[in-house]
C-alpha cells in the first residue's frame, strides 16, 4: 500500500514569492494534518480536515497560508507572499479517523526562503 | 491546553547500552501515548503506542508504558544499536495530536 505522498521534497524561494505543497494521503484515509516543523522542534499542527472540510485551522496564519482539499482526497497548502521565518518542513499526515489513532506521515517538504 | 515534555537531547550513548528517553505529558481526558521515530532524511513513522493507563507499547525491542499517575510515557530500550540513530518524538493523541520537540539519538559503535 503507498504511503502519504508529498511534493516537491525541496524548494527554495525568495522571500514575497508564492509556494505550494501538495500532498496525497493513504487511500480511505478521511482524517489529513498539515504540520509545521522548525529545526530542532517537533510538528505543530497547521489544519486539520476531516473530507474536505477543515476542522482545526486556528493556528494556520490565515493572512498568508491557505490550504484547500478538493473532493475530500488531495490537499495543497500554499504561502503567499511568503517570509523568511516560513522556512521549515511541512508535513502532510492522514489517518483512518479522527481522535486517539496513529497517523501516518509523508516525507515532507523542506521550504528555504531566501 | 495538551502539552508533552521531553528530555533534550542529543542523547550519544555507546552500542550496547541502556537507553531511557523521558516523556511527559499534560492532558485532559484519556488520551492514547506514542513515540515516532524519524531516520535521517525520512519522515515520521510510528515506533509504538499504549492507548489506556498501564499498557505497554513495545516494538523493535524499544518498550513505553503509560502511567498515568505520573503522567509519563518513558522510551526504554535494553541494548541499542548504531541503526537506532534517530530523533524520537513522544504524542499525544487526540483531535489535535502533539508532539514534544523531539530527542535525538546518536548510537556509536
Known amino acids: 500500500e503507498a504511503g502519504v505522498v508529498q511534493s516537491p521534497r525541496y524548494k527554495i524561494i525568495e522571500k514575497k514569492q508564492p509556494v505550494a505543497f501538495w500532498c496525497n494521503p493513504i487511500s480511505g484515509h478521511n482524517t489529513l494534518y498539515w504540520y509545521r516543523q522548525n529545526l530542532g522542534q517537533g510538528p505543530e499542527l497547521l489544519i486539520r480536515y476531516e473530507n474536505e472540510e477543515a476542522v482545526d485551522d486556528s493556528q494556520l496564519p490565515k493572512d498568508r497560508f491557505s490550504a484547500e482539499r478538493l473532493k475530500g482526497v488531495d490537499s495543497t497548502l500554499k504561502i503567499q507572499p511568503a517570509e523568511l521565518g516560513d522556512s521549515a518542513v511541512y508535513l502532510c499526515?492522514?489517518?483512518?479517523?479522527?481522535?486517539?489513532?496513529?497517523?501516518?506521515f509523508g516525507q515532507g517538504t523542506r521550504l528555504t526562503v531566501v | 491546553g495538551n502539552s508533552v515534555t521531553q528530555m533534550e537531547g542529543p542523547v550519544t550513548l555507546s552500542e550496547e547500552a541502556f537507553l531511557t528517553i523521558n516523556c511527559t505529558y499534560t492532558?485532559?481526558?484519556?488520551?492514547?501515548l506514542f513515540w515516532y521515530v524519524q531516520y535521517p532524511g525520512e519522515g515520521l513513522q510510528l515506533l509504538l503506542k499504549?492507548?489506556?493507563?498501564?499498557d505497554k507499547g513495545s516494538n523493535k525491542g524499544f518498550e513505553a508504558t503509560y502511567r498515568k499517575e505520573t503522567t509519563s510515557f518513558h522510551l526504554e530500550k535494553g541494548s541499542v544499536q548504531v541503526s537506532d540513530s534517530a530523533v524520537y518524538f513522544c504524542a499525544l493523541g487526540s483531535y489535535i495530536p502533539t508532539f514534544g520537540r523531539g530527542t535525538s539519538l546518536i548510537v556509536h559503535p
Open positions: 499526515a492522514s489517518s483512518d479517523r479522527v481522535g486517539n489513532t496513529e497517523a501516518f
Open positions: 492532558a485532559t481526558g484519556y488520551p492514547s
Open positions: 499504549a492507548t489506556k493507563a498501564d
